[in-house]
């Protein structure tokens, strides 16, 4: 008779062991057993699917969330059927969304169409069980800002003597709809007087290239008082 003590294996599903006979190899006994999964220690969680996680979206996109109850060594809880909730670690714009709480089923559940992230930025979803805040997980993605939509000045010209020049240069920013700034634009930006002196011939238009969503003005300088 002998007997084996402390035979651990990791992975869930179904196992066979064989029996032989050393040196001869001899086989002498098989048998299956079945390796069931632990209890849930984590989530696994993904933003589109698994192929795509990490890709950059941009601010408003619409995304499906899949979240996988895992036991210690990484299998599936399949027996996992409980409340999760969610959490956004930074976005804390009022048209931002996550997904509602909601019982997993077989350790397993596909939020779909559920978290909308806005502000530009790194941005995590935190999942944890509603009963045991230690079983959680997360997941990020980085969030550009939608496309181009309107300027503010993030330094607004000031009252100067005709002649001189406009100090501190008047500075301008592209943003998109949600308030991010477009910081991949390279625009080219022209600003003109609306109203003011009639017949001086220096009141622009001036023009400069947006750079990372911004531009400045040096030497705007205006002779007619």
Known sequence: VAVFTDVAYRRAGPLTLSASCIPTLMNLADTTVQIVAGPATRFEVHLFDEAREGTVVDAGQVLDTTVQARDAFGNLADGYARTVQFSLTADRHPEARRPGGSALVDGFWRFENQLRLITAGWQCLEVF??????????????????????????????????????????????FDTFGNRVEDSTSTLEIAVETGPENDTTAGPWITVLNHGEGELNNLIINQA
């Open 129 to 174: 069980d509603a009963r045991n805040l230690s079983v959680a997980g997360q997941a990020c993605v980085e969030v550009h800002s939608a496309g181009a939509h309107h300027l503010r000045f993030a330094q607004q010209p000031s009252n100067v003597t005709a002649g001189s020049p406009i100090v501190p240069a008047p500075r301008v920013q592209l």
